[in-house]
């Protein structure tokens, strides 16, 4: 991941300006009440202070994170000094990328503020409608078929009213999805099958199970597409049933079975039937009674799903693996109660994906409501006509629009006002769509009208407005959420250092990885001898001559020393492959060295019909490409051990003793 991808690095921690954010984040991050939460270290210094860290800050990371350690808790004593090491790490990466744009961290630290508050705004009366109505949802399955036109643009909007419309006149589903529909299932006539809470996108489990069954929906959108769909059917669904079975062996005659089914279907007394007829030893004692089947393993699967999938009292044939059944279902249990434990299971399913979007759209009107929001709808429409107008131009034809665009805290957002926004965003329409994939000032989606992407536009300024609003009484009343922020603003602050300084390209690179590894090379020996050298592949008998004669003259060099004397000595004719290796793993060793292979085989290369093999068995490898890995993993440990102590060296750190004897004991 690039450095750059994750945090614009200027951005210490109390200088990012609040303009340069829609969040006031730093502001947020000020919120601790010193008189009640002491400050315990202070980091940088008076001149250039980079942060205060409180009490509650230090045991909110002491008491969260200790725990997770592999090597079990750790002493607060032996903690404060890693901790004091990842802040000044975070201070370091504030002093030491004075070029990197604040766009992405801004991005990242806002994206997490937001997921972080949501929470605390969601009251729990939204909360509990989300939960049951999923829990309602989950006892019952929908039978159901659907139309997809792709695209949420007014091209895919126009084809699926034309549809809705045609509904409307009677023609058939199956037809209509079977000739338009982008889906799969139009081979089906859109035919999707049984599903139930959770098993499809939100959007599309709310209209389905609005629906009647029999009936079509409206036309309704997923990030898919328009969809509209048909219910056939509705059932419960059971977690357990109370059944009877008549019973025949797979040998009995078809025709025999379906005699005894007509029976038992004309029978108001299934009990005899199955007493007379059942093929099960039993039978003449129990009637045939099944007990309470469950999907706990007693029965074999196909039956299990066979009797879930059965009405109330109704008697159906079917044939198994093993045998040929008649079955009456007498009772389903189908609520699984909404006891705690069901209802925290709920919560965390609720909680995420495309339901949590949806209870954070209601969040975000409720905030509006609660501020008097209201959209002019006819101004928005006169704006829409616009669309088309040159940018250059628009300020021109703002003249043209006069009045109140929205509402918003009791006043009236008008073309005065407005105005600079409404040109940004009218900017930013037009060149992407020009070009889709052109990065402009405000976001737009081209799958959505010049109107809609305009009131989505007017709602994000909105909703930040009033976020931040929220966000002030949140960071106030919450330290934990003002820990939390913190701990994550400074994690990515230290990825993006950490990379710059021990992950990315200084550690990987040759120069530095080889000097580091000749300086302990011994470190890094075999568990068992190879042969360890140079193999050389010559063109010509005067280019061998010339290898030849260095290693005559130079008989003391290892293999590393004579590899770069001949680089230096001999520039032409040959190649070179230099490493480790046992036999088996280099043809060319296992014939001159080894001798494992036939002399007379060939395995030079054509145009380097030569040979000459300089190194000897040793545990101790000549080049750090022979033990890569464990040498990166070294030397990244000590660039950190390098930049832990430079930190130390530059940044003072003061610790007020007698509030740190305080924490956890106060």
């Keep these: 991941m690039n450095v750059a991808k994750y945090i614009a690095s200027i951005c210490a921690l109390t200088s990012i300006s609040a303009s340069a954010m829609d969040i006031d984040v730093p502001g947020l991050m000020k919120t601790i009440n010193k008189s009640d939460d002491p400050v315990l270290m202070i980091i940088g210094t008076e001149a250039y202070r980079f942060d205060t860290i409180t009490r509650g800050e230090f045991e909110y990371m002491y008491n969260k994170n200790n725990n997770i350690s592999l090597d079990g808790p750790m002493s607060m004593d032996d903690y404060k000094e890693l901790f004091i090491n990842y802040k000044l790490k975070a201070f370091d990466a504030t002093k030491r990328f004075p070029d990197l744009k604040l766009n992405t961290y801004t991005n990242e630290i806002e994206s997490y503020t937001k997921h972080l508050a949501y929470p605390y705004l969601i009251d729990e009366e939204l909360e509990k409608q989300f939960i049951k109505e999923a829990y309602k949802r989950e006892q019952e399955y929908v039978t159901a078929s659907h139309i997809l036109i792709k695209g949420v643009n007014e091209k895919s909007r126009k084809k699926i009213e034309e549809i809705y419309s045609s509904l409307k006149k009677g023609e058939k589903f199956f037809d209509l ?23 499809m996108v939100y959007n599309f489990e709310t209209a389905a199970y609005n629906t009647p069954v029999g009936e079509f929906s409206e036309p309704f959108t997923t990030q898919f597409g328009y969809h509209i769909v048909y219910i056939h059917d509705r059932r419960p669904k059971a977690i357990s049933v109370k059944a009877q079975e008549i019973f025949f062996p797979l040998e009995t005659k078809e025709s025999y079975v379906d005699s005894i089914f007509a029976i038992a279907k004309k029978s108001k007394n299934f009990d005899k039937v199955a007493k007379k007829y059942s093929m099960k030893g039993d039978a003449k004692k129990d009637k045939g009674h099944m007990g309470i089947v469950k999907n706990d393993g007693k029965y074999p699967q196909e039956i299990v799903d066979k009797l879930f999938k059965m009405p109330l009292g109704d008697i159906q044939k079917f044939k198994s693996s093993f045998g040929n059944h ?20 709920l919560k965390k399913k609720v909680m995420s994906g495309d339901r949590y979007e949806a209870i954070k759209s209601k969040v975000a009107v409720t905030l509006r409501e609660r501020r008097g929001f209201l959209l002019n709808d006819s101004i928005i429409d006169l704006a829409s006509e616009y669309k088309n107008t040159d940018p250059v131009a628009m300020s021109d034809s703002l003249k043209k629009i006069d009045g109140a665009w929205y509402y918003y805290n009791g006043d009236a957002v008008t073309t005065d006002i407005f105005k600079n926004d409404f040109l940004k965003f009218h900017n930013s329409y037009v060149r992407r769509t020009v070009d889709k994939f052109i990065r402009t000032e405000i976001a737009i989606d081209t799958n959505l009208s010049y109107k809609q992407n305009l009131i989505n536009f007017i709602y994000s300024k909105v909703d930040i407005d009033a976020l931040n609003s929220e966000l002030k009484n949140i960071a106030k009343n919450n330290k934990e959420f003002v820990y939390a922020l913190k701990e994550y603003s400074d994690g990515l602050l230290v990825y993006a250092a950490s990379e710059h300084n021990i992950w990315g390209h200084k550690s990987t690179k040759a120069d530095s990885l080889s000097k580091f590894f000749r300086e302990r090379k011994e470190n890094y020996q075999f568990d068992n001898p190879k042969w360890v050298g140079v193999i050389y592949s010559v063109a010509n008998k005067d280019t061998l001559k010339k290898i030849k004669s260095i290693a005559a003259k130079n008989p003391n060099l290892d293999a590393f020393d004579f590899h770069n004397l001949v680089n230096d000595k001999v520039h032409s004719g040959y190649t070179s492959k230099k490493g480790a290796w046992v036999a088996g793993e280099n043809a060319i060793l296992d014939k001159y060295y080894f001798k494992t292979i036939p002399a007379d085989s060939t395995v030079e290369a054509e145009k380097f019909p030569f040979v000459y093999i300089y190194g000897n068995e040793s545990k101790i490898p000549q080049w750090h490409t022979s033990v890569k890995g464990k040498v990166i993993a070294d030397y990244q440990k000590e660039l950190e051990k390098n930049w832990i102590n430079n930190n130390r060296r530059l940044y003072p750190v003061v610790i007020k003793e007698d509030v740190y004897k305080t924490v956890n004991n106060h």
Excluded: M
């Design 177 to 199: 999805a079977k000739k338009n529909s982008d889906c799969g299932s139009a081979a089906r006539g859109g035919f999707l099958g049984e599903f139930s809470a959770f098993d």
């Design 326 to 345: 008649i079955f009456k279902v007498n009772e389903i249990e189908t609520a699984v109660p909404l006891d705690s434990a069901k209802y925290e299971a």
